[in-house]
């Protein structure tokens, strides 16, 4: 296999592992939470995937 083929190919899949996480985090998080937490949640968890990018 081209290694740029198997870099970009690592790239992809990392990049859908941290979003599938992302969204269990999410539904989890958000799950039987009234509706006047939710932008707290959402708020750290969006903190929570930035962290864990870099890009913080």
Known sequence: ???VLAAAAC???GLLIVAA???LVVRSALHGTESKDRA???GA???VVRAV???R
Do not use: C, Q, T, W
């Open 1 to 3: 296999m081209d290694p």
């Open 11 to 13: 790239g992809v899949l």
């Open 21 to 23: 996480a992302a969204v």
């Open 40 to 42: 707290g949640i959402l």
């Open 45 to 47: 968890v969006a903190e």
């Open 53 to 55: 990018r870099g890009k």
